[in-house]
């Protein structure tokens, strides 16, 4: 038994911010109950690659995403734009598998460390983050914000068509 067993779900992570390494929580069930989802019932999901620790991608989650996720170890996120489960890498291959998760210190966002095969982006590019509006090499203090320029930061490394079965490679 866990001394956070009878906390309301809606003050465990409030009692959680005081839980040290030798506290035993809470079944994941009664945790994810008390995780924070927004109005349309989602988390943010951050994928990060669990060796290099390289940021790939955000995406959402629901409920259902994320037991599953938990459950197979492959990563399933929301689709919020075709309303439905998305498990990754089911058009292009490119799967998650997870190695661990983590919520954050309010229950309201989620860090997966995964094992990416191949790109994470739909660009076939390794991470969704390539596009740099802030690089530490090439700013320069004195430049008016209005004449600084974005950069792109890596190659694709697939052609998108060929990644999702549009077109063959040449």
Known sequence: MSRFDQVPAEDLFK?????????????????????RFNADGLIPAIAQQHDSKEVLMVAWMNRQALEETLQTRRVCYYSRSRQTLWRKGESSGQQQQLKSAALDCDGDTLLLQVEQTGPACHTGRR?????????????????????????????????????YGKKTES
Do not use: W
């Open 15 to 35: 009692q959680l911010e005081r839980a040290t390494t030798d506290d035993r929580l809470p079944a994941i069930v009664t945790l994810l109950d008390a995780v």
């Open 127 to 163: 991470s969704c983050f390539y596009i740099a509006v802030a690089n530490e090499l090439g700013d320069k203090m004195g430049d008016e914000f209005a004449d600084q320029h974005a950069t792109i930061t890596s190659e694709p490394l697939i052609d998108p068509d060929v990644l």
